[in-house]
């Protein structure tokens, strides 16, 4: 069997990964959310092990020691940490996995030893970077205001990656994520096995 | 405007490229068909300009000649050719391009100046290859051995492509071809100037 494919899907806090990752996963088989470990207080809705493993500080600092996490960061005084386990596990059994980290985070793995195909999710402007900050109501207007600075800083990593895939519309951000997995799923270097049995045959 | 995107498609005669391109191109926008120069006899329902260049002898040795042709193959007996300017005139105008043609022509083409996205459609196997050849109705009993005998040789190609589709259900192939090309379209490196103008905003 061959193995999963390792997605990382960055972008500024406010580009909509979420809402569009849950779409996705309605529409794909065989593929997992990679789990991160964090020392935040769950939000409303949010389920341990489903959305984050929730972690007191003392937990986080053991896993930190004990080398369980792939990178950490730290972020409006929160720590979030890519648990290595889970993504190996999965990908072992040949389920894809996606990973929704933050672009510093996504920085820090890019050179580690799993292949990954690199997807920033973008807002289709500064202004609409605002809008959807303004819409959130879970944090307070300071918070609002260093997360869109932080914002500018994060669109300047777009470059850096694979694809490309701009949220002015929901629906087809959700399909040209969709189809970007679709077809890293045909690439040849990924069907060797399956080749090889169509020559025999 | 960025330039359009050459589409290679190929795989073995009777993998279905033609049938399964009729439905991406009802899919996509901004897409347009390479048409090919020929020799050969037009078959029912195909159409000067949109499926050949049928052409005489002469014409194709003059096209030749003139340099017109990005390659050319002779196959059972007709010569196939590429045109050059057609291909060069639509990535010009930032159109994508499909360009469908055997693994010989797609093997010449392959280092040209080009920038190629390479995808093989396949059957899921040489027992479908026959089946699919001898339900064509369209050539003698001699054409489609010669035809099989060709396809397995075609299928040892799969390897020197990007992208592999199998073709063992019809709607499935599709959808891949077409989430192939969304997801080409979404590379970072055909939107820097998409991404210039986000942070410029």
């Not at 950490?72 to 979030?80: A, S, W």
Request: net charge neutral.
């Amino acid at each position: 069997m061959a193995k999963g494919i390792l997605f990382v899907l960055s972008g500024p806090s406010g580009a909509g990964k979420g809402t569009a990752l849950k779409k996705v996963f309605k529409k794909l088989d065989n593929l997992e959310y990679s789990v991160s470990a964090t020392t935040r207080k769950p939000r409303k809705g949010e389920i341990e092990g489903k959305n984050y493993f929730f972690k007191t500080d003392e937990e986080f600092n053991s896993m930190l020691q004990n080398g369980e996490l792939l990178e950490h960061v730290e972020k409006y005084g929160n720590r979030y940490g890519t648990v290595k386990s889970f993504i190996e596990e999965a990908l072992n059994k040949g389920k894809d996995i996606i990973l929704e980290i933050e672009t510093v985070g996504a920085e820090k793995i890019k050179n580690m030893d799993f292949e990954q195909v690199r997807i920033f999710l973008t807002p289709s402007s500064i202004a609409d970077l605002i809008y959807r900050l303004s819409a959130r109501n879970t944090e307070t207007e300071d918070w609002r205001a260093e997360r869109l600075r932080l914002g500018k800083e994060e669109l300047k990593c777009a470059y850096d990656y694979d694809y490309i895939v701009v949220n002015d519309d929901l629906h087809k951000a959700v399909e040209e994520l969709v189809a970007i997995i679709t077809a890293e799923r045909c690439r040849v270097k990924r069907n060797l096995q399956k080749i090889k049995n169509i020559l025999q045959e």
